[in-house]
């Protein structure tokens, strides 16, 4: 980001002990860096790289918020541009960041990775970084809630002379050889990249996924502004019930706010000569491809989803007494017909390039702390882990919907500085016999996607 003021120095950090550590310097680690300093609890916040450089670094040159720009609510930096209903494309949510981090001295510590977190017999947290060890009583990971980009193993299994890449590497239609291109997944990037390419006049081929999807717009208003209005926004994960939490972590329903915001219909796609087909499951080295016979039934599931969230307006509607225009409800354009393909030879259809939309996943394992369950996820309560001083921020669903998202991360924040205002440190015991936490189910991964099967 230029233009930016530079607080961090990378040579202030080794052999300094702070009060509170935030590693990340995203929406969320300087989120947290607000709130902090509004307290006048000192700190340090360390990055990796440059601040909020996610933003620029792993999105396509065409990206654009899918989540309207009143949503942009970062503590003491809402949105004050002049189109609050559009869309930022991503120059200008990178520029909204840099903004951020001029207008308030933030304690930023850029280019400095944090290598390894534990924790000593008197509860004092050690961090080793690429600038030297530092101390603290208590740590904030605020380190992203799409870490790594996750490409499946069946990857290594395609002709070499095929293109891959992860749709976190993807930046335009140019940037690919020419001839058809093959998207695997179907949630936010997935959708938006297959999008980009058919708009580009490219044959795309598309292995659907699971994935569900919303409206744009429903009478009259965008979706995200009647949700608003509903409450849903507000509404905390433990008030579903524990049997929704896996479909609430994986329900990043596709859309786009691309060219002022519109649905993304892969029906509609499918009717101007996009092929569609089931998930990825298997594969050959000859680069022939298997997919599922689940086509129907993912667009099927696809459509349902956004026909319930509108069931969800009405239902506001009616009861609120308000006066919304009608909207007639979607029709299906398209549907996969008896004996549709379920093969596909990459090089008998010209296709010369694939893009993984196939997720991200979390890399903790410089946290040694033993705050993990099973599968890796840190357990939690709100983002407060079992072990005393150890907080994460910026986790999808930790609290609510907007978590890990630019319209919710900073309640969070401003719930966890009054955590860390009221901390005093136990003994290790009372920590040892601490209560356990709520489980949750592993992470949203923003796309959708399943293993495959075991590889012929
Ligand atoms: C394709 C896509 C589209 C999205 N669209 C929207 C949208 O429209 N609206 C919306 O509100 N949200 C959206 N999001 C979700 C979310 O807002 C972003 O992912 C956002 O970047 C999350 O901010 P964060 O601060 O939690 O994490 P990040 O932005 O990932 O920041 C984490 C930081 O931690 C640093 N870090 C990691 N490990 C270490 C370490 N060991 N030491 C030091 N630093 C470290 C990283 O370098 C990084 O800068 C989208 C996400 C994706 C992937």
């Given at each position: 980001m230029d233009g930016r003021q530079r607080f961090g120095d990378r040579d202030g950090l080794d052999g300094r002990h702070v009060p509170v550590a935030v590693v990340g310097g995203g929406q969320a680690g300087l989120s947290m860096s607000y709130h902090l300093q509004r307290r006048g609890i000192?700190?340090?916040?360390?990055?990796?790289?440059?601040?909020?450089?996610?933003?620029?670094?792993?999105?396509?040159?065409?990206?654009?918020?899918?989540?309207?720009?009143?949503?942009?609510?970062?503590?003491?930096?809402?949105?004050?541009g002049d189109d609050p209903d559009g869309f930022m494309?991503?120059?200008?949510?990178?520029?909204?960041?840099?903004?951020?981090?001029?207008?308030?001295?933030?304690?930023l510590f850029e280019q400095v990775t944090v290598t390894r977190l534990h924790r000593d017999r008197a509860g004092r947290f050690h961090l080793g970084s690429t600038a030297g060890d530092l101390t603290a009583d208590q740590v904030v990971v605020a380190t992203g809630p799409y870490q790594v980009p996750r490409t499946p193993r069946l990857a290594e299994r395609l002709p070499e002379d095929v293109t891959q890449l992860?749709?976190?590497?993807?930046?335009?239609?140019?940037?690919?050889?020419?001839?058809?291109?093959?998207?695997?997944?179907?949630?936010?990037?997935?959708?938006?990249?297959?999008?980009?390419?058919?708009?580009?006049g490219r044959q795309v081929h598309l292995a659907v996924g699971g994935a569900t999807r919303v409206a744009r717009r429903y009478r009259g208003r965008d979706v995200v502004a009647w949700l608003e209005q509903t409450g849903y926004y507000q509404r905390a994960i433990t008030e579903f019930p524990e049997a929704d939490w896996p479909r609430l972590h994986r329900a990043n329903q596709y859309v786009t706010g691309r060219d002022g915001g519109h649905d993304i219909d892969l029906r509609a796609f499918a009717t101007e000569g996009m092929r569609l087909y089931g998930r990825l499951t298997d594969a050959t080295t000859s680069g022939l491809l298997t997919f599922g016979d689940d086509l129907t039934q993912n667009l099927d599931i696809a459509d349902a989803a956004s026909e319930?969230?509108?069931?969800?307006?009405?239902?506001?509607?009616?009861?609120?007494?308000?006066?919304?225009?009608?909207?007639?409800?979607?029709?299906?354009?398209?549907?996969?017909?008896?004996?549709?393909?379920?093969?596909?030879?990459?090089?008998?259809?010209?296709?010369?390039?694939?893009?993984?939309?196939?997720?991200?996943?979390?890399?903790?394992?410089?946290?040694e702390v033993p705050v993990f369950d099973g599968r890796g996820y840190p357990t939690h309560r709100r983002g407060v882990t079992s072990c005393p001083g150890l907080y994460f921020l910026g986790l999808p669903w930790q609290h609510t919907w907007g978590s890990g998202r630019l319209g919710g991360v900073?309640?969070?924040?401003?719930?966890?500085?009054?955590?860390?205002?009221?901390?005093?440190?136990p003994n290790e015991v009372s920590w040892i016999a601490g209560t356990p936490m709520s489980t949750f189910p592993e992470p949203e991964r923003d796309e959708d996607w399943t293993a495959p099967r075991t590889v012929a």
């Amino acid at each position: 980001m230029d233009g930016r003021q530079r607080f961090g120095d990378r040579d202030g950090l080794d052999g300094r002990h702070v009060p509170v550590a935030v590693v990340g310097g995203g929406q969320a680690g300087l989120s947290m860096s607000y709130h902090l300093q509004r307290r006048g609890i000192d700190h340090v916040v360390i990055e990796a790289k440059t601040a909020g450089h996610d933003w620029t670094d792993r999105r396509w040159d065409s990206f654009c918020l899918v989540t309207p720009n009143w949503q942009c609510r970062l503590p003491g930096h809402p949105y004050a541009g002049d189109d609050p209903d559009g869309f930022m494309p991503r120059d200008e949510i990178a520029a909204y960041l840099a903004a951020y981090v001029n207008s308030y001295q933030f304690p930023l510590f850029e280019q400095v990775t944090v290598t390894r977190l534990h924790r000593d017999r008197a509860g004092r947290f050690h961090l080793g970084s690429t600038a030297g060890d530092l101390t603290a009583d208590q740590v904030v990971v605020a380190t992203g809630p799409y870490q790594v980009p996750r490409t499946p193993r069946l990857a290594e299994r395609l002709p070499e002379d095929v293109t891959q890449l992860h749709s976190a590497a993807y930046r335009s239609p140019g940037g690919l050889p020419e001839g058809a291109v093959l998207v695997v997944g179907t949630g936010q990037s997935g959708c938006q990249v297959a999008e980009d390419l058919h708009l580009a006049g490219r044959q795309v081929h598309l292995a659907v996924g699971g994935a569900t999807r919303v409206a744009r717009r429903y009478r009259g208003r965008d979706v995200v502004a009647w949700l608003e209005q509903t409450g849903y926004y507000q509404r905390a994960i433990t008030e579903f019930p524990e049997a929704d939490w896996p479909r609430l972590h994986r329900a990043n329903q596709y859309v786009t706010g691309r060219d002022g915001g519109h649905d993304i219909d892969l029906r509609a796609f499918a009717t101007e000569g996009m092929r569609l087909y089931g998930r990825l499951t298997d594969a050959t080295t000859s680069g022939l491809l298997t997919f599922g016979d689940d086509l129907t039934q993912n667009l099927d599931i696809a459509d349902a989803a956004s026909e319930g969230v509108k069931n969800s307006i009405d239902a506001y509607i009616e009861a609120a007494g308000l006066d919304a225009p009608a909207e007639a409800r979607y029709v299906p354009v398209w549907a996969p017909g008896p004996g549709h393909p379920v093969k596909l030879d990459l090089a008998a259809h010209g296709i010369t390039a694939v893009i993984w939309a196939t997720g991200f996943g979390a890399d903790h394992r410089w946290i040694e702390v033993p705050v993990f369950d099973g599968r890796g996820y840190p357990t939690h309560r709100r983002g407060v882990t079992s072990c005393p001083g150890l907080y994460f921020l910026g986790l999808p669903w930790q609290h609510t919907w907007g978590s890990g998202r630019l319209g919710g991360v900073a309640q969070d924040a401003e719930y966890l500085t009054g955590k860390i205002t009221g901390y005093a440190r136990p003994n290790e015991v009372s920590w040892i016999a601490g209560t356990p936490m709520s489980t949750f189910p592993e992470p949203e991964r923003d796309e959708d996607w399943t293993a495959p099967r075991t590889v012929a």
